[in-house]
């Protein structure tokens, strides 16, 4: 199934990172734009780009396809924000759904809507309660993570919809890399939702049931040992033998000389077909 281009971000810079373009946005950009698309009724899809998310998207092409038409790609991670540094020679900004998800439902309060998808049955139901809570937007269903997730199953038909009969504002997807992109590539275009969120472990920080550490530690590039020291069953794999393949890969790219694009001009992206 084929995702519509990107919709352009007037304005939006952009840099690349291993042939993967991203948007050089601060949590107070995304946390806009989000609120803008349920504003204005357009349709949005959002996906935050990490070093594991870039070393899968190497060998996988429907997952570089699926950044490219994302409507929104931020860095999220120190690990990509130093290899654009490496090779754009450019900082640019890093956020997580955390510090932006927020900010952006308390624009669309109190009129706002939000579906969860993922995460443990009793943890996403927490999750959904809480943020309602604190942002004032309003809960309009909450489905866990663990179903059929084969395509055209019959799990999956019921999901789709559960959720376009709540056809909510924003649907925030809890599913992990890369099962969460997939299957919002899969089923975006059959959903009657504003905003798609990839957001990855959010359910569980909305639920506390995991805590970030604080911001300074992101600052220095240490969040990932905080993270596996915390989840080690869950995230050794990714840390231990993915940030090593990442640092190859960009090395790789580094050493070769192969030309990154950096565009810090108006966005290139393709518009959206209608909605």
């Known amino acids: 199934m084929k995702l519509a281009a990107r919709h352009a971000i007037a304005c939006a810079p952009q840099f690349e990172v291993l042939g993967i373009e991203l948007d050089d946005l601060s949590a ?27 070393t899968l998207a190497q060998r996988r092409r429907w997952l570089r396809n699926f950044i490219k038409q994302a409507d929104i790609a931020f860095c999220d991670g120190a690990g990509v924000q130093f290899a654009a540094r490496l090779l754009t020679g450019r900082l640019p900004h890093r956020t997580t759904p955390p510090e932006w998800v927020d900010a952006a439902a308390r624009r669309i309060a109190p009129f706002g809507t939000v579906f969860w998808l993922g995460g443990k049955p009793d943890v996403v ?66 959903l009657d939702a504003r905003v798609g969120i990839a957001a990855g472990a959010l359910v569980d920080h909305i639920a506390g049931r995991v805590r970030r550490p604080p ?16 989840e080690p069953r869950r995230l050794w794999r990714r840390y231990l033998l993915g940030l090593p393949v990442f640092g190859g890969y960009v090395l790789r790219e580094l050493l070769l000389g192969r030309p990154t694009v950096v565009n810090y001009g108006l966005s290139a992206r393709l518009p959206k077909q209608g909605n």
């Open 125 to 190: 139901e927490r999750a959904a309660s809480v943020f309602a809570h604190r942002t004032g937007t309003r809960c309009v269903g909450w489905h866990h993570g663990f179903f059929d997730l084969s395509t055209g199953s019959a799990d999956n038909a019921a999901l789709v919809a559960e959720i376009n009969r709540a056809s909510p504002d924003l649907l925030i997807v809890n599913m992990g890399m890369p099962r969460q992109e997939q299957w919002l590539r899969d089923h975006w275009p059959l």
């Open 215 to 230: 911001r300074w530690v992101a600052n220095i590039g240490l969040e990932w040992a905080v993270r596996l020291a915390i």
């Open 28 to 54: 107070d950009d995304v946390a806009a734009h989000v609120a803008d698309a349920v504003i204005t009724g357009r349709r949005m899809l959002v996906v935050n780009a990490n070093a594991h998310m870039l």
